[in-house]
């Protein structure tokens, strides 16, 4: 896997945010690289995976994917992405410079036939890391997201 290759971003809702953290723990063999109230992330070093764990009632007693992400390197490649995508003629929802997952993110999101969304995007920076957020430039038309726009759907 060259530096470039994209990360697979799946989140999860989860009955037991705690049970489920401490299986991913065995199961990759390494802790989470976040952990916040009602959330955890993993970025397993064995595979271009991020997968984030939001504490919620799943359907049906069980958990369930809440969204689809290709995690990319540059604010380029999601522009490029995005041209490439529109072009195909999908309908798209950007949100550029939104605050999501407790970082500042570019991405955009698409919809396949059965409803799972999918979002590429770029980590700008995370939003405890105050030495980056005060060296980035102000973007406007900064957004919060919240759980109902798509993003760390947590209770």
């Not at 802790?31 to 970025?43: D, E, I, M, Q, W």
């Not at 992400?69 to 490029?80: C, F, K, N, P, R």
């Not at 919240?146 to 947590?154: K, R």
């Amino acid at each position: 896997m060259t530096s470039d290759a994209p990360k697979v971003h799946v989140h999860m809702t989860v009955s037991d945010l705690e049970k489920s953290r401490a299986f991913y723990e065995k199961f990759f063999g390494a802790a989470p690289v976040k952990v916040k109230p009602g959330y955890v992330k993993f970025l397993p070093a064995f595979g271009p995976l991020n997968l984030a764990l939001s504490q919620a009632a799943p359907a049906e007693g069980r958990g369930h994917v809440d969204h689809i992400g290709l995690q990319v390197e540059s604010a380029e490649i999601v522009t490029h992405e995005l041209a490439r995508v529109k072009a195909a003629g999908l309908t798209v929802r950007e949100e550029m410079g939104v605050n999501c997952c407790h970082a500042n993110q570019d991405k955009f999101w698409v919809e396949d036939p059965d409803g799972v969304e999918w979002e590429v995007y770029v980590l700008n920076y995370d939003l405890e890391d105050t030495a980056l957020r005060t060296a980035a430039p102000a973007k406007s038309g900064l957004a919060v997201v919240t759980a109902a726009g798509g993003c760390c759907a947590s209770a």
